[in-house]
């Protein structure tokens, strides 16, 4: 499995890594500029210059490259094990993007988030992003019932089986669901940042997990309301800080 890096939100490939698994024999700080070169590959878009922590000699750069120009480098490369490579890359992304593997530090950062979905103005800040990264479409009450699974006929069913009136969305999952307020949250959230929807979709369900096993779902406080005896106000401030969109 090759391990990737994340940076800003964006994952890359260690040009360190993929020469030792090449067995190239030139040395890597002769490699790498050639095969750059060869690539056609321009910094800051398609790789990204890294310091490693130093062992008490001179500092080691490593380049940190896309998937595009991961790939490109290590088919141009025609070693015996570039094919081999480039499968265990095109899959090291795949999970990234989609979610579906999670490493600690992600895990800790999506507790945060979490936390942070407890308030009501987080909830709207991360909606309103998602809105506005999306081109503020006409039809985003249609596009938002399909991306997160329900519509508002389907939440107004739900609450007249358990006679309540319908108000608004957010309302009606306090009634029917609080976790699932976390859950829009975090999708809302995850697009705005620029991931992509499988992505979003499948890291928010961890999400609602992370709410629902340590009790997130029963703590959502609207920060929007005056609140004049400044009631949890120290807590209140230290979940806004966790506000990945307020950073």
Not at 4 to 22: D, F, Q, V, W
């Amino acid at each position: 499995m090759i391990q990737l890096k994340e940076i800003n939100g964006k994952m890359y490939a260690s040009a360190i890594a993929i020469h030792e698994y090449l067995e190239v024999k030139t040395w890597f700080s002769q490699w790498i500029p050639k095969a750059i070169k060869n690539a056609g590959l321009t910094k800051d878009i398609d790789f990204l210059s890294y310091k490693l922590e130093s062992t008490g000699g001179r500092p080691i750069i490593d380049y940190l490259l896309t998937e595009r120009s991961a790939i490109r480098i290590i088919l141009q490369s025609r070693m015996p094990k570039s094919v081999e490579l480039e499968t265990l890359i095109v899959d090291a992304f795949k999970e990234k993007q989609t979610g579906i593997l999670l490493n600690a530090d992600q895990v800790a950062a999506l507790t945060d988030m979490v936390k942070a979905m407890t308030l009501v103005s987080v909830q709207k800040k991360a909606e309103n992003k998602h809105y506005i990264a999306m081109n503020k479409p006409d039809d985003w009450w249609k596009y938002r019932a399909e991306l997160l699974g329900y519509s508002k006929e389907s939440l107004i069913e739900a609450l007249n089986q358990i006679n309540v009136r319908y108000q608004n969305q957010k309302q009606a999952l306090i009634h029917l669901d609080k976790a699932e307020i976390i859950r829009t949250g975090v999708v809302d959230l995850l697009i705005a940042l620029g991931r992509n929807r499988e992505y979003a979709l499948n890291v928010a369900e961890f999400a609602k997990i992370i709410a629902e096993k340590n009790g997130y779902h029963l703590q959502i406080w609207d920060d929007t309301k005056p609140n004049p005896l400044g009631l949890r106000l120290p807590e209140i401030i230290e979940r806004q800080k966790l506000n990945p969109l307020a950073k």
